[in-house]
T-cell receptor
Framework: QKEVEQNSGPLSVPEGAIASLNCTYS??????FFWYRQYSGKSPELIMS????GDKEDGRFTAQLNKASQYVSLLIRDSQPSDSATYLC???????????FGSGTRLLVRP | GAVVSQHPSRVICKSGTSVKIECRSL??????MFWYRQFPKKSLMLMAT?????????EQGVEKDKFLINHASLTLSTLTVTSAHPEDSSFYIC????????????FGPGTRLTVL
């Protein structure tokens, strides 16, 4: 069974710190990896996608992918209280357009 | 770009009625649309995948006769919850994708259904 695992949290960090969110996946055939942010009562919003090993940076966000170890992470620099949300990791294979979602990690940034 | 709308955003209905939810891609043509439901504090559960002009593919355990999906055009998909019951109360979210963008899915704002 294809699985995507995330620590449910909450992960609590002070404002200005780096928040590190991790995700592991079971299917070695996975090719595309996504991080979504979901505020309470709202739908997910795509914040990062990554397809090859290494780091990908976009503003305060950095996604890291290690296919050999089957993990993908998201770093949020200079965390702000507005970053407080649930972060969903999603994975899919080339042969399928379906996304497999993790259960999400709740991030709390303390002012 | 990549904006997806959903209507209605919130609906309250009596048990036994049917509810239709629309999902539209506003600025791109969506070859594939997905329907999810989400219970409080839980992750997204994929219900079905629909491609324009063909029948939807339902996930295991999802009743296709209860959750009718129509994907009549490249910008519109509808989900009809037939004979709704209180246990169908949930947050229903659609997403849309066009394949040239590495399978990224863009989500609509969701529809909160409450069945009394």
């Amino acid at each position: 069974q294809k699985e995507v695992e995330q620590n449910s949290g909450p992960l609590s960090v002070p404002e200005g710190a780096i928040a590190s969110l991790n995700c592991t996946y079971s299917d070695r055939g996975s090719q595309s990896f996504f991080w979504y942010r979901q505020y309470s009562g709202k739908s997910p919003e795509l914040i990062m996608s990554i397809y090859s090993n290494g780091d990908k940076e976009d503003g305060r966000f950095t996604a890291q992918l290690n296919k050999a170890s089957q993990y993908v992470s998201l770093l949020i620099r200079d965390s702000q209280p507005s970053d407080s949300a649930t972060y969903l990791c999603a994975v899919n294979q080339d042969s399928s357009y379906k996304l497999i979602f993790g259960s999400g990690t709740r991030l709390l940034v303390r002012p | 770009g990549a904006v997806v709308s959903q209507h209605p955003s919130r609906v309250i209905c009596k048990s036994g009625t049917s509810v239709k939810i629309e999902c539209r891609s506003l600025d791109f043509q969506a070859t594939t649309m997905f329907w999810y439901r989400q219970f409080p504090k839980k992750s997204l559960m994929l219900m079905a995948t629909s491609n324009e002009g063909s029948k939807a593919t339902y996930e295991q355990g999802v009743e296709k006769d209860k959750f009718l999906i129509n994907h009549a055009s490249l910008t519109l998909s509808t989900l009809t919850v037939t004979s709704a019951h209180p246990e169908d109360s949930s947050f229903y979210i659609c997403s849309a994708s066009w394949t040239t963008i590495n399978n990224e899915q863009f989500f609509g704002p969701g529809t909160r259904l409450t069945v009394l």
